[in-house]
Structures are given as structure tokens and as C-alpha cells.
């Protein structure tokens, strides 16, 4: 209020002092009350954090200022009630704060406020950014101006270091090798670095600051969503535009061609989008970054097309080899015609068997999709057919029973596994049967990564006394020396006619491919 502290005495010594008893009973309750309830008001006002001035229009002199003003500044109380705006201020910005204010007055501005930005001068000539909501009040047809300043000296700090950190975050995007570019939370371009100028075309100085989809007119000009949209959003539309589309959290990522980049010669770019989130984890923009993956296209079309013809020329390998083998095997066939000896034709039509049970593996890799694994169930279902077919026998004289999982085996297991069932189906076909009647059981299985494979016939049995590890036998030495080269193990039981049993893992397949 526009009194100083000798006011406020003179003020009570002169309600004290009334003389006449009618006019004390009369107006010095009243006087007292408004006083209470002034220096109360003056007292909140101490309270207060924030400086407050009360600056007389008229003579531009402080007539009150709270407690906080004096400790801020370092002037004494006493000092401050004589002094002025002036004195707190420099020249060229009293002259500001003076047009500020008479414009104040001018329009009567009684019941609104400004407030605007200075710098006080301390006792000890230290600058105060300050912060001033500057109020006209009208105190007895007096005018005055309420100044409330508040010192921003850690929020210029906190303005100043939120700045610098966007100017760093600035300029290490601006060298970044990718193409990258930033939004805040209304969809307006903060940041557009030189690679993504160099990409499109677009200086930054054309597209900061602009909204509404400014940024995807570079890239497939249009306004329309791109993938640092789909952040947080789901939009089926606009996903399936992109070839290729992974979320990791809530990080995108996605592949696509777009033909406009570089002066229309196009690329293929892979794109990444985050969010921006602030230091409480909320989001205030996104960002994307998006690099030209056109090299390493082309590099994996050229070796898909390469694969592609190394595929087709192995099928094409496969295939001849499977037909050579049936040339040697039309061959020996040719030979058994002319000859005499049982002996002889036996020879021919073993090595004939073993021929065919490769030729087999050869033209089950070409009719496969896959050129390194077949499917073994059907390969042993072919090669007994074949067997049975080259002794003359039929399924009503010697009964087949195959008991065969679904197993896929590489060519490096297939080939010496098939020649060791050849081996022994053969040797049954030939041996345990004199009466042309019987039963051949084969089971082949897996339990994890053993594979076991049983051959069972109900013939006359083999001596108990052979053994297979040094049997003088072809046969049994080559099934010997295919079981070492699968690494596995062999048993015989001839209790009840003859049961081999291999046990073994499936070889690592060395890729040709």
C-alpha cells in the first residue's frame, strides 16, 4: 500500500488521539478493523517468494516493496523506498520498460497485466534476468503499478542447456551417414539432415517447421502417412505399402522401393522409426532414419540368381548321373543275358542292385524341393519294389512289412544307408527264402537324433558263428564298412531267423550350395 512505516505510526497515534468520545465510538472500531486487516495483507505479502514493487506513476519512486525484494537485490529496506526504477535498471532498458508501462496506463489497462522480461542490477553489480507481471492499480484516485518479478536465472540456465542439447542432437543428426529426419508431437519437421537433402532433393530450410505430411512429399509425392507415422498406430493401409514391415518394441522397421529418390533413379531403403520421449518417458516427437540398402539388393539377386542356376545345374547333374547309372545298369543287365554261369549272373545282378540303389538317390534329389535332403520313407518304399522286381518275386511269395517313419536324410547319410539295405534285403531275397516264401520286415525310426533301422526275415537263419565284423563275405564287408562310415553300431540275432539292427546319427551335411 503507497504508506511507509511512520504513516502507518502517524495513522494510529491519530485514531488514538480523537477527542471527542462520540466520534472514538463511532469510527475507531471501524479504523481499527481496516487497519488489522491492512497490515495483515502486508504481512502475506512479506511471505511471498517473489519480489513485489509498488511503483507511484507520478513520481516513478517505490512507495512499498515486500521483504523478498530487498533480500534479492541486497538493498536495505529503508535504501529501496528512495529509490527508482532507474536505479535497478540500465538506460537502454528503462526506456523499454517505460514505453511498456505508459502504454499500460494510456489504455487503462486497471484490470489486466503484462508481463515482459529485464535485467535488475543488484547491490553489488551482478545482473538478475527477471521475469515482471506488471499490474495498474488505483489506490485513492492515485495510480500505481504492482510489479511482480520473478527471478529466472535457473530457467534461462534449464533454456539455455534444453537449447544447446537440441542444437547438439541437431547437429549430430545433420552428420549422420543415414538419411534422417525428426517430428515433434504436432507432425511438424524439426530436424532434416544432409543425407536426406542429398536423397530427395528437399533443403531443410524449405521443410522445417512444416506440417501436414510435409515430409512424405520428397519421397512419393504426396501428403500422406509414412512409416514414422505407424508409430502407435496400426494401420493395416499403410503397412502392407512397405515389402517388409518388424516392430521391436515400439521401434519400426521396414523395407520398400521407392522409385523417386535421386532425381527419379530410385533405391531401395531400409526405414526406421522410434519415438522421441522425454526424460519421464513421455513422447514429444519421432524420428526416421533411412538408408539406401540398393547394393545389397542387387548383391543378393545377383547370388539368388546365381544360386538359382547352381540349383538347376545340380538338378541337371543329379538327373545325368541317375541316367548313367541306368545306362550301367542296362549294361550289366545286357551282360547277365550273356552269361552262362550262376556264379557269374549272381556278381552282375548284386552290382546291378547297388547301382540302382544310387540311381535311386540321384532321381529322388532331382524330383525333391530341396536338393540336400530326400524323403527316405519313399526312397526305401521304391528301392524294395526294385529289388523284388529284379529277382522276380511278388508280394504274394515273399511279404514285405515296412514299418518307416517320415524321415528326411542329406545325400551324404542317404547313399551308404540305402546300399546297406540294399545289401540286406538282397541277401534275404536271395538266402532265407528256398521255398520262395516268407516275410521281410524293415523298420527304420528316429528317437531324437538316433536313427535306428531293423531288417527282419523269418528264413533258415545264418550260422551263429559268422561274424560280421570279419565276414569273408562281400556283402556282410561292404554293410560293415558302410555302418563304420555312418559311425554307427551293428548287431545280428539270428534266434529267429535273421534281425540286423543299425543304430547310428545322422551325418552333417557339408553344403554344396
Known amino acids: 500500500m503507497p504508506y511507509e512505516t511512520d504513516d502507518w505510526d502517524s495513522l494510529r497515534d491519530k485514531i488514538i488521539g480523537l477527542g471527542e468520545s462520540s466520534i472514538q465510538k463511532s469510527y475507531y472500531p471501524e479504523l481499527q478493523k481496516r487497519l488489522g486487516e491492512l497490515e495483515r495483507f502486508r504481512s502475506l505479502l512479506d511471505q511471498s517468494n517473489d519480489p513485489i514493487f509498488l511503483l507511484e506513476i507520478s513520481s516513478g519512486r517505490f512507495t512499498d516493496v515486500?521483504?523478498?525484494?530487498?533480500?534479492?537485490?541486497?538493498?536495505?529496506?529503508?535504501?529501496?523506498l528512495e529509490m527508482t526504477l532507474?536505479?535497478?535498471?540500465?538506460?537502454?532498458?528503462?526506456m523499454r520498460i517505460q514505453l511498456i508501462l505508459n502504454e499500460m496506463v494510456e489504455n487503462k489497462?486497471?484490470?489486466g497485466k503484462k508481463t515482459f522480461s529485464s535485467v535488475f542490477n543488484t547491490v553489488d553489480s551482478q545482473k538478475i534476468p527477471v521475469e515482471i507481471s506488471a499490474s495498474v492499480v488505483n489506490f485513492?484516485?492515485?495510480?500505481?503499478?504492482?510489479?511482480?518479478?520473478?527471478?529466472?536465472?535457473?530457467?534461462?540456465?534449464?533454456?539455455?542447456?534444453?537449447e544447446e542439447s537440441e542444437q547438439r542432437l541437431t547437429d549430430i543428426i545433420d552428420f549422420l551417414p543415414d538419411a534422417t529426419f525428426a517430428i515433434d508431437q504436432d507432425g511438424k519437421v524439426i530436424a532434416w539432415n544432409r543425407a536426406i537433402e542429398e536423397m530427395t532433393g528437399t533443403k531443410k530450410k524449405d521443410i522445417i517447421g512444416k506440417g501436414d505430411y510435409a515430409y512424405s512429399v520428397p519421397w512419393y509425392n504426396e501428403h500422406r502417412p509414412v512409416l514414422i507415422d505407424l508409430i502407435g498406430n496400426n494401420d493395416s493401409e499403410?503397412?502392407?505399402?512397405?515389402?517388409?514391415?518388424?516392430?521391436?518394441?515400439?521401434t519400426i522397421y521396414a523395407e520398400v522401393f521407392v522409385p523417386s529418390v535421386y532425381n527419379g533413379r530410385g533405391a531401395y531403403l531400409w526405414v526406421t522409426a522410434s519415438p522421441l520421449l522425454?526424460?519421464?518417458?513421455?513422447?514429444?516427437?519421432?524420428?526416421?532414419?533411412?538408408r539406401d540398402i540398393s547394393d545389397r539388393k542387387n548383391a543378393e539377386d545377383k547370388i539368388k540368381k546365381s544360386l538359382d542356376e547352381k540349383e538347376t545345374l545340380l538338378r541337371e547333374i543329379h538327373h545325368r548321373v541317375k541316367n548313367n547309372m541306368q545306362i550301367i545298369s542296362s549294361l550289366l543287365n545286357l551282360q547277365i543275358q550273356y552269361e552262362n554261369l550262376d556264379e557269374?549272373?549272381?556278381?552282375?545282378k548284386e552290382s546291378q542292385g547297388r547301382v540302382k540303389s544310387m540311381a535311386i538317390i540321384h532321381e529322388k534329389l532331382y524330383q525333391s524341393s530341396s536338393l540336400n535332403y530326400i524323403n527316405f520313407k519313399e526312397y526305401i518304399e521304391k528301392l524294395i519294389l526294385d529289388i523284388f522286381f529284379s529277382y522276380g518275386l511278388t508280394t504274394s511269395a515273399i511279404e514285405s512289412v515296412l514299418n518307416i517313419e517320415d524321415i528326411h536324410l542329406n545325400i551324404d547319410t542317404a547313399i551308404p544307408l540305402g546300399l546297406i539295405i540294399n545289401e540286406l534285403v538282397t541277401n534275404s531275397v536271395k538266402y532265407a527264402f528256398p521255398k520262395c516264401k516268407g516275410k521281410i520286415t524293415?523298420?527304420?525310426?528316429?528317437?531324437?537324433?538316433?536313427?535306428?533301422?531293423?531288417?527282419?526275415?523269418?528264413?533258415?537263419?545264418?550260422p551263429e558263428d559268422v561274424d560280421i565284423e570279419n565276414s569273408k563275405t562281400l556283402g556282410l564287408q561292404l554293410v560293415q564298412n558302410l555302418v563304420n562310415q555312418l559311425e554307427g553300431k551293428f548287431e545280428l540275432d539270428v534266434n529267429h531267423g535273421t534281425e540286423f539292427k543299425i543304430t547310428f546319427k545322422e551325418l552333417k551335411y557339408k553344403e554344396r550350395i
Do not use: C, H
Open 278 to 290: 522425454d526424460s519421464k518417458g513421455q513422447q514429444y516427437g519421432a524420428i526416421e532414419s533411412v
Open 66 to 80: 515486500t521483504k523478498s525484494a530487498s533480500e534479492q537485490l541486497g538493498y536495505p529496506n529503508e535504501k529501496m
Open 238 to 250: 499403410y503397412i502392407s505399402k512397405y515389402k517388409y514391415v518388424k516392430k521391436d518394441g515400439k
Open 86 to 94: 532507474k536505479d535497478l535498471v540500465n538506460n537502454d532498458e528503462m
Open 442 to 462: 524293415l523298420k527304420l525310426v528316429s528317437n531324437k537324433d538316433l536313427i535306428e533301422l531293423v531288417i527282419t526275415d523269418n528264413g533258415i537263419g545264418i
Open 140 to 162: 485513492s484516485d492515485v495510480l500505481y503499478i504492482v510489479m511482480v518479478v520473478r527471478d529466472i536465472t535457473e530457467r534461462e540456465k534449464a533454456e539455455k542447456a534444453f
Open 109 to 111: 489497462e486497471s484490470t
Open 344 to 348: 557269374t549272373v549272381g556278381v552282375l
